[in-house]
């Protein structure tokens, strides 16, 4: 049973657009919630993440939104680069241990 | 963050055999957990390299499939034992900060069973 829930499974982007990903999750007892970013042939690299006492958390052009009431978190991608194109997973953390979203393929075009 | 190497970065191994992936961090580190991508899948936590004790896997997951070493707390070995072609996937080597929750992978060992 998939305890992290990621949507939409692809989005394509124009250069310039906002991509944003979805996850909701069921365990309360989660307690870091990061983004990887991962290209082809590569290991997952993090991206940027956030506890769930926050919010909002922004670096660069990433920013994570936090409903900790909802269950739910997401990543906006602002004006994304063709260079952003990759496959992104979303992941919760309890002791460390990392239970990972499906997955979303980003597709920026020119 | 630490630099993970992992060794080999790929290979392809008959059925029936085994093979050793290493995991060496440039630094000492508290975790080391490895996860398993099957091909065009998300990530799954296979089981956390103790040092010192024997590793704790996760469900669906078993010792004589994959054991584990860690007799230190730069390098941890993952072996994938009495392969089938369902074994063929991206096995990835993570290592968890000592203060913070970070989590960082290696480049991952690209198996392929055939």
């Known amino acids: 049973q998939q305890q992290v829930k990621q949507s939409p499974q692809s989005l394509i982007v124009q250069k310039g657009g906002i991509s944003i990903i979805n996850c909701a999750y069921e365990?309360?007892?989660?307690?870091?919630f990061p983004w990887y970013q991962q290209f082809p042939g590569k290991g997952p690299a993090l991206l940027i993440a956030?506890?769930?006492?926050?919010s909002e958390k922004k670096e660069g052009r990433f920013t994570i939104s936090f409903n900790k009431s909802a269950k739910q978190f997401s990543l906006h991608i602002m004006d994304s680069q063709p260079g952003d194109s990759a496959t992104y997973f979303c992941?919760?953390?309890?002791?460390?241990?990392?239970?990972f979203g499906a997955g979303t393929q980003v597709v920026v075009t020119p | 963050s630490a630099v993970i190497s992992q060794k080999p970065s790929r290979d392809i191994c008959q059925r029936g055999t085994s093979l050793t992936i290493q995991c060496q961090v440039d630094?000492?580190?508290?975790?080391m957990f490895w996860y398993r991508q099957q091909p065009g899948q998300s990530l799954t936590l296979i089981a956390t390299?103790?040092?010192?004790?024997?590793?704790?896997?996760e469900s669906g997951f078993v010792i004589d499939k994959f054991p584990i070493s860690r007799p230190n707390l730069t390098f941890s070995t993952l072996t994938v034992s009495n392969m089938s072609p369902e074994d063929s996937s991206i096995y990835l080597c993570?290592?968890?900060?000592?203060?913070?929750?970070?989590?960082?992978f290696g480049q991952g060992t690209r198996l392929t069973v055939v």
């Open positions: 993570s290592v968890a900060s000592g203060t913070g929750s970070e989590a960082f």
């Open positions: 365990n309360t007892a989660f307690d870091y």
């Open positions: 956030i506890r769930p006492d926050v």
């Open positions: 992941a919760a953390s309890m002791m460390r241990k990392l239970q």
């Open positions: 630094s000492q580190v508290t975790m």
């Open positions: 390299a103790n040092q010192g004790s024997e590793a704790t896997y």
